[in-house]
């Protein structure tokens, strides 16, 4: 196991390295070295920039781990919404696997490739007057094979609404946020279902939700952040099988707080979870199993730069990192991804990214850490831009 976050106190740190506190011309990166892979990180920085078949927004994507395939839904902006597959080699669309035609209304949502690559696709239908929901769900076993093998079949489909689901390629138990009734009354509820054999293992009613949910699959258990009440950020620990809730409060430094979180993700080998917050321009790190955690101030920010704060983030549990998304660089060019270890070390800045700002669904990070590629929004809303670390 790689070394764990050791601090036995909250503590605030000074996030230092080569590369903070330093500007960086458009697509360049400043590192230092990782697990003493030089040669990988030598061609860190932009790549290929990929686009939607028809040029509609894209609305989720995800890449295969563990693969070179990846999967993407565009809007009906284009007037053809479809379900698409990519490859994350050529960064060319593979196949158009769907599209829609009757609802202007309806669209395609992707929430992710789960399990040993499943591709998870919501059809959101929506009629108006009055407004009312009742979606339909695809899976695609695998994503490479380009083509729709299953649906997910949710009970109280009508007027319920998917609102997260976990990032999970490890293992095949996955858990997702749904609203029910979510017109009348929003009721969250965690739906924890298997991706190998498409059937629901449990379901948990929450009394609220966090912003951000993720899962750690080494102790079956799903991950909350949120923002209490009172303004304290708060974590919760979900037990998957039992239902049982565990809450610790997390960090809240700055003269305001440190706000909502803005993103979260877990590295289930360690029981590290590391999240973003709005208010602060900070970056946590939480050791789960001792509910103790340390910050970080992103580069060349300070506690009320809320204009630089981050927002996506996205483990690379391979090589112990976290990715940071930050919208408006606070380093240098218009956006930025920081790369920290696990401890709170900034390992490596990469600037020349304009993220789109249309978030819808939110900023994204997705991984494939075999090869050191990751794949973003932007520049421009129906497009992702591919680049190394």
Not at 54 to 60: A, E, S, V
Not at 251 to 258: E, M
């Amino acid at each position: 196991m790689r070394r764990a976050l050791v601090s036995s106190t909250i503590a605030l740190l000074t996030a230092c390295s080569s590369g903070a506190g330093s500007s960086n011309p458009p697509g360049s990166s400043s590192m230092s070295s990782v697990n003493g892979d030089a040669t990988r990180r030598a061609s860190a920085g932009l790549g290929k920039v990929l686009s939607s078949a028809h040029g509609g927004q894209i609305f989720g994507f995800d890449v295969n781990q563990n693969g070179s395939d990846g999967l993407l839904s565009e809007s009906q902006g284009s007037g053809k919404p479809a379900i698409e597959t990519f490859n994350i080699k050529t960064a060319k669309i593979t196949k158009i696997v769907k599209t829609l035609s009757a609802n202007p209304n309806d669209d395609f949502v992707t929430f992710g490739i789960v399990g040993n690559d499943v591709g998870f696709v919501d059809e959101q239908r929506v009629k108006l007057d009055p407004e009312s929901r009742h979606d339909r769900f695809f899976l695609l076993t695998p994503v490479s094979g380009d083509k729709i093998t299953g649906r997910w079949m949710p009970p109280h489909v009508t007027n319920s609404v998917l609102y997260q689901q976990a990032q999970n390629q490890t293992t095949d138990i996955q858990v997702s946020v749904v609203f029910r009734k979510a017109f009348s009354s929003d009721v969250p509820w965690l739906y924890v279902w298997n991706s190998a054999t498409n059937k629901f293992l449990n379901f948990i009613r929450l009394k609220s939700t966090g912003e951000q949910m993720a899962e750690d699959t080494s102790t079956n258990e799903a991950v909350l952040a949120a923002q209490s009440g009172g303004g304290v950020p708060t974590i919760t620990l979900v037990n998957l099988k039992s239902g049982k809730l565990k809450t610790f409060n997390g960090l809240n430094n700055g003269p305001y707080g440190a706000g909502a979180a803005n993103g979260l993700a877990v590295d289930s080998h360690t029981g590290i979870a590391c999240t973003t917050t709005e208010l602060n321009a900070q970056v946590e790190f939480y050791d789960l199993a001792k509910e103790t955690g340390v910050a970080v101030q992103l580069p060349n920010t300070g506690p009320t730069s809320q204009f630089n704060s981050g927002s996506a983030v996205a483990s690379d549990s391979e090589d112990g990192l976290f990715l940071i998304a930050q919208p408006y660089s606070s380093t240098g060019g218009n956006s930025a991804i920081y790369v920290y270890d696990e401890t709170g070390d900034l390992i490596e800045t990469l600037n020349g990214f304009d993220f789109s700002t249309l978030y819808l669904p939110p900023l994204k990070i997705a991984l494939n850490p075999g090869l050191r590629l990751g794949l973003v929004n932007g520049p421009n809303a129906d497009q992702l831009q591919e680049f190394t670390y």
